[in-house]
C-alpha cells in the first residue's frame, strides 16, 4: 500500500516561502511519478507540479510557473514543493500525490493534505 505523508504547511506572509515534503513508502518510490495538486475553498482540486521518476522532467501549472519548484531525493523517498514569492491567491490544501504506473503521470495515490495559508 502506498503510504503519502505531506508536512511543512503553515501560515505565511504574502511574497515570503514555503517548503513542503512529501515522504513516500510502500514501495519502490524511483520508479513512478510524483505531484503536488491543491484545493482551495469552494474550488476544485486543481494540479500544481509534477516530476518523472528521475527527477529530470517536471511541469508546472502557469500560475505557479516561476515561483514554485519541485524535486525530489529518491534516496530517501521525498519528494518537495519549494514555494516562493506566495501570494494570498495560493492560500490552499497541498496534496502530494503518487503515479500508479510506471513511466506515466496516472495520479492514484494521495496524501492527507497540509494546509497552507498566504496572509496578504
Known amino acids: 500500500q502506498v503510504l503519502l505523508v505531506e508536512s511543512g504547511g503553515g501560515l505565511v506572509q504574502a511574497g515570503g516561502s514555503l517548503r513542503l515534503s512529501c515522504a513516500a513508502s510502500?514501495?519502490?518510490?524511483?520508479?513512478?511519478?510524483m505531484g503536488w495538486f491543491r484545493q482551495a475553498p469552494g474550488k476544485e482540486r486543481e494540479f500544481v507540479a509534477r516530476?518523472?521518476?528521475?527527477?529530470?522532467?517536471?511541469d508546472y501549472a502557469d500560475s505557479v510557473k516561476g515561483r514554485f519548484t519541485i524535486f525530489r531525493d529518491n534516496a530517501n523517498n521525498m519528494v518537495y514543493l519549494q514555494m516562493n514569492s506566495l501570494k494570498s491567491e495560493d492560500t490552499a490544501v497541498y496534496y502530494c500525490a503518487a503515479a500508479r504506473s510506471r513511466l506515466a503521470y496516472d495520479f492514484a495515490y494521495w496524501g492527507q493534505g497540509t494546509q497552507v495559508i498566504v496572509s496578504s
Open positions: 510502500g514501495r519502490t518510490f524511483s520508479n513512478y511519478a
Open positions: 516530476i518523472n521518476w528521475s527527477g529530470v522532467a517536471t
